[in-house]
């Protein structure tokens, strides 16, 4: 059989990406830094749809003609601006702590605005403790579905913190329309949930699974992007798409 070709859109770093190595069993897999990140030259916008532009980038760069992407966390704004540029290139769309905004007031926020003001004072305090308390939040040890020391160490390395503070600074309006470029798409979704998460929230990605009745939905006791149990969720989605080879 064909292998699926899978897009997997950092937030920042491809470091994030705990079970790439497993995805790589099954499909052909390419991920990379945003602008500014690791080796990647800056731009003169940083922002989710640079970092999207960046993928369709890697995309092109690999000869790409069909893909399927997917997002976790606050990658899902630049999946969104990549997803739409795609096309008729995209097969689907896979997203972890799915919901449609980032708004964190309203009677039904999606972020839980104390933890976020909280990670944006302690990242300009002590990045290196940023990093660990943020992928403690959202899984634990890397084993368990989190960042272990090694990986921690080498994402404080790559993400330098003048690019990640305004990262986390604009998150709620980064996501404003979000929902929207999501609603354009015509192609099968994913929508997965990390349950417990203390950052974003049920009510978050509840809206989410309203706002598309049609995706298939998978809830998981760890981040997607380092869950072994999101895994093989991936790949039966991934399986059901009809994905073209150039």
Known sequence: MERPRLLLVPMLT????????????????????????GDEPPVEDPSSEATGRRGLEEADRRGWDSFIVAADEFGVAGASHLAVAAGDR??????????????IDGPRPALNREVLHGLQSLLRIDPRTFVRQLFKLTGGEETQ????????????????????APFYEAREAEGAAMGERLATL????????????????????????????????????????????????LREFCGTLSVARA
């Open 186 to 233: 015509t192609v099968p979704m994913l929508l997965a949930q990390h349950r417990g998460c203390l950052l974003f929230t049920a009510e978050g990605f509840d809206d989410a699974v309203a706002a598309f009745p049609h995706a298939r939905v998978f809830r998981c006791d760890e981040k997607p992007s380092t869950s072994a149990e999101f895994v093989p969720v």
């Open 145 to 164: 579905g989190g960042y272990g020391e090694a990986i921690a160490d080498e994402w404080v390395r790559r993400v330098p913190t003048e690019v990640a």
């Open 90 to 103: 995209l097969r689907g769309i896979a997203l972890g702590h799915a919901r449609v905004s980032n708004a």
């Open 14 to 37: 491809e470091v994030e990406w705990v079970i790439r190595p497993l995805l790589e069993e099954w499909a052909e897999v390419a991920t990379y830094d945003a602008p500014g990140v």
